[in-house]
C-alpha cells in the first residue's frame, strides 16, 4: 500500500527550554517518529550557547579534584562546584560527583585525584557525555570498581557516549559486568536478548587511554530463548568501541608491570 507523505517537515526546530539552565549547560532532546505499526527515536546531546536576556559567552571547562574515596553524588549538581556534603566545610569531591559536574557544564573540564586507593562504585556512574580528561594518579595505586559487595548491581564502569573527547589515565578499571540478556528479549519473538557490551568500558566517543588497566571485568550472558535461539553474550568483556581509541601503556586482562 502506498505510504502518505508527511504534510509538514520542519526545516528547524525552535525550543524553549527551563530558565535555570544557564549558558553551557547541555540539555537533551529525544526525537521521535512513529506511525501506525512503529516508532523509532534517536536523543542527542545540546548546548545552551544563549539565553533571551544573556550575551554570548564562552563556555569554559571546569578542573575538579576527587578528594574522597566515596561514592556519593553531587549535592547541587550544574552549579560548578564538586561537593557531595554541603553540610561539612570545604569540598567533599567524589569521582561520581566530579562526572556529573563536569557533564552539566559544556567544555572540556579536567578530573584530578588528590587522593589513592579503591573508589567502590555501588552504581553505574553517570554516563560520560561531555569532553573530559581524568587523571588519575596511576593504574598501581587507584582502582575504579563495581563494588564486590553481595547484592551489588551489574554495571558496567566507565560509559563515553554522544561523541564526547575523554582521556583517562592513570586507574585499574575492575569488576565491572553489564546486565544479562531478556529471556525472549532478542531480535525477534522468542529469540533471547543479547547480553549488554562492554563490561568495563564502553566507548562511543573519541577515547584515549593512557596507563590505565581494564582487568576481571565481564559482560552479561545471552538470555535465554523462550521459543527461539538464545541471545549473545555481551561482546567486549574488557572494552566495546564503536569509536576512536588510542591505548598507551595500557592493557586488558592480567596486570602487566609498568612501573
Ligand atoms: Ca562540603
Redesign the pocket.
Known amino acids: 500500500m502506498k505510504q502518505s507523505i508527511p504534510q509538514f517537515l520542519p526545516r528547524y526546530l525552535k525550543v524553549f527550554i527551563a530558565s535555570s539552565l544557564f549558558v553551557g549547560a547541555l540539555f537533551t532532546i529525544t526525537f521521535v517518529v512513529s506511525s501506525a505499526n512503529a516508532t523509532k527515536s534517536d536523543s542527542r546531546h545540546f548546548e545552551v550557547l544563549r539565553t533571551s536576556d544573556q550575551a554570548i559567552t564562552p563556555a569554559t571547562g571546569l578542573t575538579l579534584t576527587v578528594n574522597t574515596l566515596g561514592d556519593a553524588a553531587d549535592s547541587s549538581v550544574g552549579d560548578g562546584h564538586c561537593?557531595?556534603?554541603?553540610?561539612?566545610?570545604?569540598?567533599?569531591c567524589t569521582l561520581r560527583a566530579a562526572i556529573q559536574e563536569a557533564n552539566a557544564v559544556f567544555g572540556d573540564d579536567t578530573i584530578s585525584f588528590s587522593v589513592t586507593g579503591t573508589i567502590n562504585l555501588t552504581g553505574a556512574l553517570p554516563d560520560i557525555i561531555s569532553n573530559v580528561t581524568i587523571n588519575g594518579p596511576g593504574s598501581a595505586v587507584l582502582t575504579v570498581q563495581r563494588s564486590t559487595a553481595g547484592g551489588t548491581p551489574n554495571f558496567r564502569i566507565f560509559t563515553i557516549t554522544g561523541g564526547p573527547t575523554v582521556t583517562i589515565s592513570g586507574a585499574t578499571v575492575t569488576n565491572g559486568k553489564t546486565a544479562d540478556g531478556v529471556a525472549g528479549g532478542g531480535f525477534a519473538p522468542g529469540y533471547g536478548g543479547q547480553g549488554g557490551n562492554g563490561g568495563g568500558i564502553l566507548n562511543s566517543g573519541t577515547l584515549t587511554l593512557t596507563d590505565v588497566f581494564v582487568t576481571g571485568n565481564r559482560t552479561g550472558d545471552g538470555g535465554a530463548g523462550t521459543s527461539g535461539s538464545g541471545g549473545f553474550g555481551g561482546f567486549g568483556g574488557g572494552i566495546y568501541s564503536s569509536g576512536p581509541m588510542i591505548m598507551t601503556l595500557s592493557g586488558w586482562g592480567r596486570r602487566r608491570r609498568w612501573h
Open positions: 561537593d557531595t556534603d554541603p553540610g561539612t566545610a570545604g569540598d567533599q
